[in-house]
């Protein structure tokens, strides 16, 4: 991907961390899909449960959704460093969100919306 803005931005949803980068050339964000998992479901290892989505997407043949992960480098809440991160776009995380059984579907996609 070529960006002009490889900055990672830190938003908020209810008090979550959610990573994302601008990519100026498509004009829309990439999301880390392990903090969307983390604002959605409050799991205490969310990268445990995207492995676990992608390996029951791709039992079910739907793997669309994860093929279409996008790896940038992200800085860690943990240690300041830059680490590949799946992140998806918009409307891929539009999909993750409907794959992710959550209450917090609704508000989230409105605040994605206030994002964008």
Known sequence: ???NKLETITNL???????????????????SVVDVISA??????????????KK????????????????????????????ATDTLDTKGILRLIESVPSPKAEPFKLWLALQI
């Open 56 to 83: 029951r997407l791709s039992e079910e043949e739907k793997s669309e959704l994860y093929t279409k992960c996008v790896q940038l480098k992200m800085k860690s809440s943990k240690d300041g460093k830059m680490y």
């Open 13 to 31: 949803f209810e008090g979550a961390q959610i990573r994302s980068v601008w990519d100026n050339n498509k004009e829309d964000y990439y999301f």
């Open 40 to 53: 959605l479901t409050g799991s205490n290892n969310p990268r445990n449960y995207w492995n676990m989505l």
């Open 1 to 3: 991907m070529n960006n």
